[in-house]
C-alpha cells in the first residue's frame, strides 16, 4: 500500500474513534503494548477475541428473562386477593428470614425474633373455621407451604408442625373448651404447639407399635414412654402427644403442657438436616395430665389419622417449596457464573439439568395444586395425599441434587442456599410417611390388596 493509501486509511480509523474513551482506556491499559501484542496475533486468534468482544457487546442479546420457577404460571389461578397474600408471605420470607437462615442453619439454633413478625401475617391456622382464623381454602395453606420453604425447610416446618399437626389435633379433636382455650392463641402465636407421635422404636409402624402408654387413676391420666423427632418441643408451651390406653388398648390424645410433672424434652444434637428446627426427645416419666387435657374426641388411632391425612396434602406442598428455592437459586448462580468466557447457563448440558429440574417442579406444583382443589372439595382420600407426597419427595430429591451438580464444588457452600435444600430435602423424604409407607397406600388403593405386613 502507497504512503498516500496508509495516510488516507489512518485518517478513516481516526474519524471513528472517540478521543475521549481513548484517553480513559489509555489510563487503565497501556495502549501501546496493546497493540504490540495485537500486532503478535494470527488470524485464528485475532478472529476469536472478535466473536468474544460482539458477543459480549451487542445491545439487548442478554435481556434474561426472570427467575421463576412457575413455569406454568398457575399463580394466575389464584384470585387478586390470594395473590396478594402469596406476595405478602414471599416478601416476608425473603427481607425477614432469609438473611437469618444460613447461620441459623449453621448453628444449629432457632430465631426466636421473627415469631412476632410471623404473627402479624395472620396466616395461622390457615383453613380452620373461628378462633381468629383465617378460614382460607386449603390451596392457601398449600402456597404458603411453599412460599415458606421457598427460603428454607426448616421456617416451613417449625409453621406446619405448629399451624398444621398441633393446632390440627386440636381443631379436630379437641373439645369446644379446649380449642377456647389454645386456638386463638396459638393462631396469634402467643402459644407455641408441638405434635408428638413417633417413638424412638417405632415410626411408620406406630398405629400398632405404640409403646408410649397412658392408665387412668382414678384423678389423672397417667403417661410413660418416649417421643422422638418431636420438632418445636424444646420451647412448645403445649405439646399433643398419643398414648395407648393399657386397659382398652386404644390410642388416645392428650394435651401436654411443658410445666407437667414427669414431662422432659431434651434437644436432639448433631443433625444433617431441618439443623434449624429444635426437636426434641421427650421423655413422659409417671407423668399426670388431667381429664381435661384429654383430647375429648381422639379416641383411637383413626382420629390420629384424621390429622394426619389433612396435614400430609401440606408437606407434599413444602416439598414443591424445597425444589422451587434449588432450582430458582440454581438457575440464577447459572446465569452469573461463566466459564470460557460465557454463563454456564449457556451450555447444553447446563441447560438439560435445568430443563429436567423445571419439568419435575411443574409436575409436581400442578399436582399438589389438583391435591389441595380436592381437600377444598370434600374429595380428598388418604391415597390421594400419599401419592403427592411420595412423588413430590422423589422428585424434590432429584431437583435438589441437579441444583447442587449444576453450581459444581460452590453447591457445597451454604452461601449459594443450595447446599440447605439438598440437605433438607432428605427429612421431606421420610416425614409424614416414608416412601414406602406411602407407596403401600396408593398401592392398596389401586390394586385391592394390602401388602402391609399383619
Same mark, same amino acid.
Given at each position: 500500500?502507497?504512503?498516500?493509501?496508509?495516510?488516507?486509511?489512518? #485518517?478513516?480509523?481516526?474519524?471513528?474513534?472517540?478521543?475521549?474513551?481513548?484517553?480513559?482506556?489509555?489510563?487503565?491499559?497501556?495502549?501501546?503494548?496493546?497493540?504490540?501484542?495485537?500486532?503478535?496475533?494470527?488470524?485464528?486468534?485475532?478472529? =476469536?477475541?472478535?466473536?468474544?468482544?460482539?458477543?459480549? =457487546?451487542?445491545?439487548?442479546?442478554?435481556?434474561? *428473562?426472570?427467575?421463576?420457577?412457575?413455569?406454568?404460571?398457575?399463580?394466575?389461578?389464584?384470585?387478586?386477593?390470594? %395473590?396478594?397474600?402469596?406476595?405478602?408471605?414471599?416478601?416476608?420470607?425473603?427481607?425477614?428470614?432469609?438473611?437469618?437462615?444460613?447461620?441459623?442453619?449453621?448453628?444449629?439454633?432457632?430465631?426466636?425474633?421473627?415469631?412476632?413478625?410471623?404473627?402479624? +401475617?395472620?396466616?395461622?391456622? $390457615?383453613?380452620?373455621?373461628?378462633?381468629?382464623?383465617?378460614? +382460607?381454602?386449603?390451596?392457601?395453606? =398449600?402456597?404458603?407451604?411453599?412460599?415458606?420453604? %421457598?427460603?428454607?425447610?426448616?421456617?416451613?416446618?417449625?409453621?406446619?408442625?405448629?399451624?398444621?399437626?398441633?393446632?390440627?389435633?386440636?381443631?379436630?379433636?379437641?373439645? &369446644?373448651?379446649?380449642?377456647? &382455650?389454645?386456638?386463638?392463641?396459638?393462631?396469634?402465636?402467643? /402459644?407455641?404447639?408441638?405434635?408428638?407421635?413417633?417413638? *424412638?422404636?417405632?415410626?411408620?409402624? $406406630?398405629?400398632?407399635?405404640?409403646?408410649?402408654?397412658?392408665?387412668?387413676?382414678?384423678?389423672?391420666?397417667?403417661?410413660?414412654?418416649?417421643? /422422638?423427632?418431636?420438632?418445636?418441643?424444646?420451647? @412448645?408451651?403445649?405439646?399433643?402427644?398419643?398414648?395407648?390406653?393399657?386397659?382398652?388398648?386404644?390410642?388416645?390424645?392428650?394435651?401436654?403442657?411443658?410445666?407437667? *410433672?414427669?414431662?422432659?424434652? &431434651?434437644?436432639?444434637?448433631?443433625?444433617?438436616?431441618?439443623?434449624?428446627?429444635?426437636? @426434641? #426427645?421427650?421423655?413422659?416419666?409417671?407423668? /399426670?395430665?388431667?381429664?381435661?387435657?384429654?383430647?375429648?374426641?381422639?379416641?383411637?388411632?383413626?382420629?390420629?389419622?384424621?390429622?394426619?391425612?389433612?396435614?400430609?396434602?401440606?408437606? !407434599?406442598?413444602?416439598?414443591?417449596?424445597?425444589?422451587?428455592?434449588?432450582?430458582?437459586?440454581?438457575?440464577?448462580?447459572?446465569?452469573?457464573?461463566?466459564?470460557?468466557?460465557? *454463563? #454456564?447457563?449457556?451450555?447444553?448440558? $447446563?441447560?438439560?439439568?435445568?430443563?429436567?429440574?423445571?419439568?419435575?417442579?411443574?409436575?409436581?406444583?400442578?399436582?399438589?395444586?389438583?391435591?389441595?382443589?380436592?381437600?377444598?372439595?370434600?374429595?380428598?382420600?388418604?391415597?390421594?395425599?400419599?401419592?403427592?407426597?411420595?412423588?413430590?419427595?422423589?422428585?424434590?430429591?432429584?431437583?435438589?441434587?441437579?441444583?447442587? &451438580?449444576?453450581?459444581?464444588?460452590?453447591?457445597?457452600?451454604?452461601?449459594?442456599?443450595?447446599?440447605?435444600?439438598? !440437605?433438607?430435602?432428605?427429612?421431606?423424604?421420610?416425614?409424614?410417611?416414608?416412601?414406602?409407607?406411602?407407596?403401600?397406600?396408593?398401592?392398596?388403593? #389401586?390394586?385391592?390388596?394390602?401388602?402391609?405386613?399383619?
Amino acid at each position: 500500500m502507497s504512503l498516500f493509501g496508509k495516510i488516507k486509511n489512518t #485518517i478513516d480509523l481516526l474519524k471513528g474513534v472517540d478521543l475521549d474513551q481513548l484517553a480513559k482506556i489509555n489510563e487503565k491499559i497501556d495502549l501501546k503494548k496493546t497493540m504490540d501484542t495485537l500486532g503478535k496475533l494470527d488470524d485464528r486468534q485475532l478472529k =476469536g477475541m472478535m466473536k468474544m468482544l460482539n458477543h459480549q =457487546g451487542k445491545k439487548g442479546q442478554h435481556k434474561l *428473562p426472570p427467575i421463576d420457577g412457575d413455569f406454568y404460571n398457575l399463580d394466575l389461578k389464584l384470585t387478586e386477593e390470594q %395473590r396478594e397474600l402469596q406476595m405478602k408471605v414471599r416478601n416476608f420470607m425473603e427481607d425477614e428470614v432469609r438473611p437469618l437462615v444460613n447461620d441459623c442453619w449453621n448453628k444449629a439454633k432457632f430465631p426466636f425474633e421473627i415469631i412476632p413478625k410471623f404473627a402479624e +401475617l395472620n396466616i395461622t391456622g $390457615v383453613p380452620y373455621e373461628g378462633y381468629g382464623c383465617p378460614n +382460607l381454602p386449603f390451596l392457601m395453606e =398449600g402456597i404458603i407451604a411453599q412460599e415458606i420453604a %421457598r427460603v428454607d425447610v426448616s421456617i416451613s416446618t417449625f409453621f406446619g408442625v405448629h399451624s398444621g399437626l398441633a393446632m390440627g389435633s386440636i381443631y379436630l379433636c379437641g373439645s &369446644e373448651e379446649q380449642k377456647q &382455650e389454645w386456638l386463638p392463641k396459638m393462631q396469634k402465636l402467643e /402459644k407455641i404447639g408441638a405434635f408428638g407421635l413417633t417413638e *424412638p422404636n417405632v415410626g411408620s409402624a $406406630v398405629s400398632q407399635g405404640m409403646e408410649t402408654t397412658c392408665k387412668f387413676d382414678g384423678e389423672n391420666w397417667i403417661l410413660n414412654g418416649q417421643k /422422638k423427632w418431636i420438632g418445636n418441643a424444646t420451647f @412448645a408451651d403445649v405439646i399433643v402427644i398419643w398414648a395407648k390406653d393399657e386397659d382398652s388398648g386404644h390410642v388416645k390424645g392428650f394435651l401436654v403442657r411443658k410445666e407437667n *410433672p414427669g414431662f422432659k424434652a &431434651e434437644k436432639m444434637e448433631d443433625k444433617m438436616a431441618l439443623r434449624i428446627v429444635q426437636n @426434641a #426427645i421427650i421423655t413422659l416419666t409417671d407423668c /399426670k395430665v388431667p381429664e381435661s387435657d384429654r383430647l375429648q374426641n381422639a379416641n383411637s388411632f383413626k382420629d390420629t389419622a384424621k390429622v394426619l391425612k389433612m396435614t400430609r396434602a401440606g408437606v !407434599a406442598w413444602q416439598a414443591v417449596g424445597c425444589a422451587r428455592g434449588a432450582y430458582e437459586s440454581a438457575l440464577k448462580y447459572t446465569k452469573k457464573r461463566e466459564q470460557f468466557g460465557k *454463563p #454456564i447457563a449457556s451450555y447444553q448440558l $447446563v441447560q438439560n439439568h435445568l430443563v429436567e429440574m423445571v419439568s419435575n417442579l411443574t409436575a409436581m406444583q400442578t399436582m399438589v395444586f389438583r391435591l389441595s382443589e380436592m381437600q377444598d372439595n370434600g374429595i380428598l382420600t388418604d391415597e390421594h395425599a400419599s401419592l403427592a407426597k411420595v412423588f413430590c419427595s422423589m422428585r424434590t430429591r432429584d431437583i435438589v441434587s441437579r441444583a447442587r &451438580e449444576v453450581m459444581g464444588g460452590n453447591g457445597i457452600l451454604l452461601e449459594h442456599d443450595v447446599a440447605r435444600f439438598v !440437605a433438607d430435602a432428605e427429612a421431606i423424604y421420610s416425614y409424614e410417611g416414608t416412601k414406602e409407607i406411602n407407596s403401600l397406600i396408593v398401592g392398596r388403593a #389401586i390394586t385391592g390388596y394390602s401388602a402391609f405386613v399383619s
